[in-house]
């Protein structure tokens, strides 16, 4: 009985892979590329308002992985994002397009709440699922996930959303001391 | 008993200047015109405001309210009424303005009802842990961390020693001094509460070794249970780590707290202010602040919160001049005033006129050491300042930057004069602005991977999801509503732009 058991056993393990599905592809090559757009997504501000033209911050990755997509497309990343994407990828931009200047990574989206008509268009539109609200109820901004991205602001009918500069008060910064007017601290 | 006291690496013998104040009765400051309160006055959340414009106010009365666990309730320090809640000139080195409160004093100084708790040795420690958290205190010393996190932290883990700290190393200030020689008993008997409240083995007063009348205040108080401790005069003893290195022996694990080895540190004032909460429900609405410096007549004052500093100049018979400059806080560690119409908070210790000094152009480091010398935590200054300056903030990291306590020693001995603390400062809010940065956008990657994940879910079940939506969208009532927004944006356009469009 317990032979049979453990015979069992064996051909079900031996078989399983069969039932299991294909084994998923493990060619090196694959792992390396799949490996380099998650450093480059990485580097990345992951605002994912597709001003670069691609459907978000990993498409984009993905895109500059085959060396479809040029590193300088980037606005809200700006010369920074730049500087390190050439670090990362050992080659400098083609400059087809300017380098872009970082924007300003403190706005919010806002909404109206007197003109909403809870149409459900922006919440749709939202690459971070940051705006909340049902068809005919009143939509609201979830300011801890709202990237300022304004990809919603096209699709409202009735023009209700607006982005807020300076929302997320930007945090001060201690100066870098200027050597040469430098007092003493 | 008396404890064998250890020393700390570094560190320099200043001149203290305390003859300047210590000597003579503190002041009362008078009531000013306007009382300006900012709703941050301490590490953490900015307390929410619980009162309205145009409301009416008592001295005491709370008006914002602890907004989470790191975070404290602020209090009227008059009564008179709430003239604004916006934004006005904080105490901050680059002058800016935060949120605070505005009350225009009425001038009876009326109390509201305050309630005590009456038996502290009867009372549980949660208990005693809101009644500081709702009167507002936080560490008087300087950092101003709430002081109910502190002790909350002190009831969780086993506190060996408690540790009161009253050893003013900054030269200058003697505010706490001051509250030591005129409120020994509330020091005293604040002492005993926060120390049943943590139940600490030891309680320890710590006091300089160049303030004989302190000692000699508190020394007729204390009884057995407390251990009175003169530390010699070095500067930073006062620090928290330094401190705890003298008394105990012990040192803070880099990146730790002191709580981690057994040790609960607060401020003389702290205990004081811990006491008349305890005894009387007295929120902390007022602090000791010392004016030294280059004023006629330097002095400490009991000042009211909210008071603007340039009331506490005059007081002394300060007269504005612009080739002077204002520090709050000591001269090492305090902060370039550039307005004197910033109003005192819970943190201000002492404001310092010093006379504008000749512009010093920085030099180029030679390598003399003297900074490393007088490092009080063994760090590598010159190292720093130059991962700082080249902008390799990864390595100066390593080199462990964030256990710097910005105590300006090294600044004071570099003969190229390199402002290194500014240096740091810099290095550290760099740091901590970017990691503030990759969490958001970590954040948000997730989201949109949880989002497209989602979506690629929806169109495998249900492919003609899209097609319904789409025509929910369109259905007449969005369109009644498109056409009505059409109509207000033309009528907008139509008129002439004369004021500008709330929204635009």
Known sequence: MT??????????????????????????????????????DSLLPQTQCRQ???????????????????????????????????????RSPTHSAPIPTSTTDTALAHIDEALCIGCVKCVRACPVDAILGAAGQMHSVIPAACTGCGLCLEPCPVDCITLVCGTGRPQWQWPRPDPATALTA | MTRALHAFPGGLPLDHYMEWTCGEESLLQPLPERIVL????HIGLPATPIVSVRDKVLKGQRIGAASGYVSVSIHASTSGTVTDIGDH???????????????????????????????????????????????????????GFPAHVKINEGVENAVDTLIINGVECEPFITCDDRLIQEKAAYVVAGTRMIGHAVQAKHRV????????????????????????????????AGGEKQLIQVITGKEVPSGGLAIHIGILVQNVAT????????????????????????VPRPRNLQVLLGTPVADCLRTCGHEPDPRQRIILGGPMMGQHLRSTNVPITK?????????????APELACIRCGNCATVCPVQLLPQQLYLDARAGNYEAARQH???????????????????????????????????ERRRDGADHARSRFQARNDRLRANTEEKPDADAINTAAANSEYVQAAVERSRTRRQARDATPPEAPEPHD
């Open chain 2, 205 to 236: 007063i710590a006091v300089e070794s160049d303030m004989p009348a302190a000692y000699a205040a508190l020394a007729r108080l204390v009884g057995d249970d407390i251990e009175l401790v003169q530390v010699p005069a070095r500067y930073p």
């Open chain 1, 52 to 90: 670069c033209g691609y459907a978000g911050c990993r498409p984009y990755a993905e895109a500059i992985a085959r060396g479809q997509a040029d590193m300088d497309i980037c606005p809200p990343g700006g010369p920074d994002t730049v500087r390190q994407l050439e670090q990362l990828l050992g």
């Open chain 2, 89 to 143: 000139p904080v105490p901050h080195p680059a002058g800016i303005t935060a949120r605070c409160i505005v009350i225009e004093p009425d001038g009876e100084d009326r109390w509201c009802e305050i309630k005590a708790v009456d038996e502290y040795m009867s009372v549980d420690p949660r208990r005693l842990q809101e009644v500081i958290r709702d009167c507002g205190i936080t560490g008087l010393g300087g950092a």
């Open chain 1, 3 to 40: 032979a049979l058991l453990l015979i069992g056993a064996l051909l079900a393990c031996a078989l399983a892979p069969q039932f299991l599905g294909p084994p998923p592809i493990s060619n090196r090559s694959t792992v390396r590329q799949a490996r380099l757009v998650s450093r480059i």
């Open chain 2, 347 to 359: 943190t201000s210790n002492c404001i310092l006129v010093q006379s504008e000094p000749e512009p």
């Open chain 2, 271 to 294: 205990a004081a202010a811990v006491y008349r909460a305890v005894t009387r429900g007295e929120p902390v609405i007022s602090r000791y602040v010392t004016v030294a410096g280059t």
């Open chain 2, 400 to 434: 462990h930057l964030f256990d710097c306590i910005e105590c300006g020693c090294c600044s004071y001995v570099c003969p190229s004069r390199i402002p290194l603390v500014q240096y740091y400062r810099h290095a550290k809010s760099h740091i901590a602005a970017e």
């Open chain 2, 38 to 41: 900012p709703l941050q006055q």
